[in-house]
């Protein structure tokens, strides 16, 4: 007989999680997300795992909380006080801090900051800040974020539902199949502003009503979990530290559609998000969260996993949908919406992963206050993966509406070793290279639009003064080449025909009228192209093309490459003044290339530069030249 769940469990379940999130010892929880581990949280587990039968802690494992440029990270909670964050973890140094920790001492060295915001209070215990530990909306990095999405990453055991059920998981799926009507919810939803995080901005509750308004005996939700921007990892990311509300999210979109099924469309390459996932689906279903009559109502609900193959055109919905199918991931046309005719041929209500962790948060909080964050047309926050040149690189989420230059200075601390910022690139791949004089535009879903660019699924590539944006647009043509599904002749021929004219100009080949043949095909492509991978792949040439003309035209005509990036355009020449003859820059070299002896200035055989660099990274006089 299958589990039917009430009210008075949730209670219950509440109360254990408080229990476990604030113990009555000392805990320690490690945040083993893809990127802690990749930077030895594992190993720091491992060791701790083997210490934790003294008994004098208890041991549990989190998310990501952001901040990855710090990880390994280690979470301290001690009974009466706040929750203490430390970075830059080893295995040595949680060996000599443990012996503090089990005594309820949280000494300052490596201390990040104290979990003391609203949003992290324990309702058990008067909290007492240990003194010389920095507070959590102290610290830059977090200080202007606002976590809806991410509320719970990092904080929580994403394997534990009692810890999710006590920060308020699966109550609003327990008001809404209690008395809320599916058309309200969808009101909320649309009241709400929120638009689909995954790329294009779609109104969400447009897109649920009119699948809620098609005709069909089975309708569908799908999540879509195939990230596969370079940089990206914020589905993966929530899904590694907070599955639970994914799941409760899916649950409400079920039941405001009227789906009984839904399925999470996850890339194979997430290994630790996809048993997450996988784990947290199986512990929803045991308890009654998913399967028949969830709390008793006459409302069913379950979710199926669905690994893609890493192929990139199948975060287009057409293609994923295919792909579920078991058919090539190609799209379609859309002459009817997937809303009508989706997967199956059935009505079907796609959105990704932070779209999906919204709704509980937005069906509770209401819609009207959900629309208070934000801009007027760009309701509530963003979730951004921040890398490439930058101080901290992270995750980060963001009120909609603030600026580029605040999150790039304000939030991610500027760009190292004092460089300039010469662009932002947004979007993803198929996305535009904001340059740094527009960078005080807010982040908007329209406003990106009208420099070029697009929110996208929200990776930023952050580029300092030494990068070359002709060798930009072309590195993400070749990404999209390779990932076009080759269906249309526009994409399958267009991004191949534009690339082959960047690889000529960043060769040193471009010809006079290459650039205007450049914009003609990729208005045709921009155009004529099947999906959305097609008509937004020339974006990063088209952007660039926009802000950095004087760039393309000195690889042209001058042959040179401004930043020094494009090999077969710059030279290496050693200043016979400044060389010390030290020999470091002749003994490093891998071709052979250098001459010179003791006293005696080097010099480079041009001959025999094969132009990597070397000599230029280890000379510590400035006496090795890029021109």
Not at 53 to 60: M, T
Not at 457 to 482: H, K, N, P, Q, W
Not at 497 to 502: A, E, G, T, V, Y
């Amino acid at each position: 007989m299958d589990k039917i769940i009430k009210k008075k469990d949730l209670d219950a379940f509440k109360e254990k999680g408080n229990r476990l999130l604030f113990a009555d010892s000392v805990k320690i929880a490690v945040q083993a997300g893809t990127c802690g581990i990749a930077s030895g949280a594992q190993e720091i587990f491992d060791f701790l795992s083997g210490q934790v039968s003294s008994g004098k802690f208890v041991l549990s494992r989190t998310g990501c909380i952001g901040l990855c440029k710090r990880e390994p990270m280690v979470n301290v909670s001690v009974p009466g006080s706040v929750t203490v964050v430390y970075a830059d973890m080893t295995k040595k140094l949680t060996e000599e801090l443990l012996k503090s920790w089990i005594k309820g001492e949280t000494p300052v060295k490596n201390s990040l900051m104290t979990l003391d915001d609203a949003l992290y209070a324990n309702p058990l215990k008067d909290l007492k800040l240990p003194s010389g530990h920095a507070k959590y909306r102290d610290i830059p990095f977090y200080k202007k974020q606002e976590k809806i999405a991410l509320r719970n990453s990092g904080f929580i055991n994403p394997h534990n539902l009692s810890e999710y059920i006590a920060r308020g998981g699966f109550y609003t799926l327990f008001d809404v199949l209690n008395g809320q009507d599916s058309d309200k919810i969808i009101d909320e939803i649309e009241t709400s502003g929120l638009r689909g995080r995954g790329g294009g901005g779609f109104p969400t509750g447009r897109k649920w009503r009119s699948c809620r308004n098609a005709k069909g005996d089975k309708k569908y939700v799908i999540c879509n979990a195939d990230e596969g921007d370079p940089g990206a990892y914020m589905d993966r990311t929530v899904l590694e530290g907070d599955p639970f509300s994914v799941i409760e999210g899916l649950a409400i979109g079920g039941y405001a559609i009227g789906a009984n099924e839904g399925y999470v469309y996850v890339r194979a390459e997430y290994p630790l998000a996809v048993e997450t996932l996988k784990q947290a689906i199986e512990t929803a279903r045991n308890h009654g969260l998913l399967g028949k009559n969830i709390f008793g109502t006459d409302f069913s609900f379950d979710i199926r996993i669905n690994r893609g193959g890493g192929a990139f055109v199948c975060g287009e919905s057409t293609a994923l949908m295919a792909s579920i199918e078991g058919n090539v991931g190609e799209p379609r046309t859309k002459h009817i919406h997937t809303v009508e005719s989706g997967l199956w041929e059935k009505p079907t209500t796609l959105n990704n992963v932070e779209t999906w962790a919204n709704v509980p948060a937005v069906v509770n909080m209401g819609g009207s206050e959900f629309r208070k964050i934000g801009t007027k047309g760009s309701a509530g926050t963003k979730v951004f993966s921040v890398v490439g040149d930058i101080v901290n690189s992270g995750l980060v989420e963001v009120p909609m509406g603030m600026t580029l230059k605040e999150l790039v200075f304000g939030v991610g601390g500027g760009i190292p070793g004092n460089r300039k910022l010469k662009a932002v690139q947004s979007g993803g791949p198929s996305g535009g290279c904001i340059p740094a004089d527009k960078a005080d535009i807010p982040i908007d879903f329209d406003e990106l639009v009208k420099v070029g660019s697009m929110m996208g699924s929200g990776g930023l590539i952050i580029m300092d003064e030494d990068t070359c944006m002709v060798d930009v647009a072309r590195y993400f043509l070749s990404f999209l080449v390779d990932e076009s599904c080759g269906k249309c002749t526009p994409c399958r021929e267009g991004t191949y025909q534009l690339k082959q004219i960047l690889d000529r100009i960043t060769r040193g080949e471009g010809k006079p009228g290459d650039l205007e043949l450049i914009e003609e095909i990729a208005q045709v492509t921009k155009d004529c192209s099947l999906c959305a991978l097609g008509k937004s792949a020339p974006n990063p040439i088209l952007s660039t093309l926009t802000y950095f003309r004087d760039e393309y035209k000195a690889h042209i005509e001058k042959k040179k490459c401004p930043a020094g990036v494009c090999k077969a355009l710059i030279t290496y020449t050693i200043i016979p003044e400044a060389c010390t003859a030290c020999g470091k820059c002749l003994k490093s070299c891998p071709a052979s290339a250098i001459e010179g002896g003791k006293k005696v200035a080097h010099r480079i055989i041009p001959e025999k530069c094969t132009k990597c660099g070397i000599c230029f990274d280890v000379c510590a006089f400035d006496a090795v030249k890029k021109v």
